[in-house]
């Protein structure tokens, strides 16, 4: 059975920093996972991504404060967030890919298959 299991949310002040983890269990995931977060009352939002070949990516709202890795070996990808603002509260999902998609897809929720149960982040003003 494949889980994605995420950790590291919590409340956290304006300007602070979390590390947010996803931990892959039942198979291994060598190609795109990503973490999109979903707001109150919003729609679920891409994040960023890391694909199969190791591109980046990243939603132009937390570029340059958010960044995105991970570790093959652990079957684990991790998101490290700096310079949080109140705006970045949301559910965190971690989410994950079983084929090979083109870069111009990797933002695109449908073309990931495996889903995290999702980590409250609050950022707190």
């Known amino acids: 059975q494949v889980q994605l299991v995420e950790s590291g949310g919590g409340l956290v002040q304006d300007g602070g920093s979390l590390r947010l983890s996803c931990a892959a269990s039942?198979?291994?995931?060598?190609?795109?996972m990503g973490w999109f977060r979903q707001a109150p009352g919003k729609e679920r939002e891409f994040a960023a991504a890391?694909?199969?070949?190791?591109?980046?990516y990243y939603a132009d709202s937390v570029k340059g404060r958010f960044t995105i890795s991970r570790d093959n070996a652990k079957n684990t990808v991790y998101l490290q967030m700096n310079s949080l603002k109140p705006e970045d509260t949301a559910v965190y999902y971690c989410?994950?890919?079983?084929?090979?998609?083109?870069?111009?897809?990797?933002?695109?929720?449908?073309?990931?298959?495996?889903w995290g149960q999702g980590t409250q982040v609050t950022v707190s003003s």
């Open positions: 039942g198979r291994t995931f060598s190609y795109g």
């Open positions: 890391i694909s199969w070949s190791g591109g980046i």
């Open positions: 989410a994950a890919q079983s084929r090979v998609t083109g870069a111009g897809l990797i933002n695109i929720m449908t073309q990931y298959d495996y």
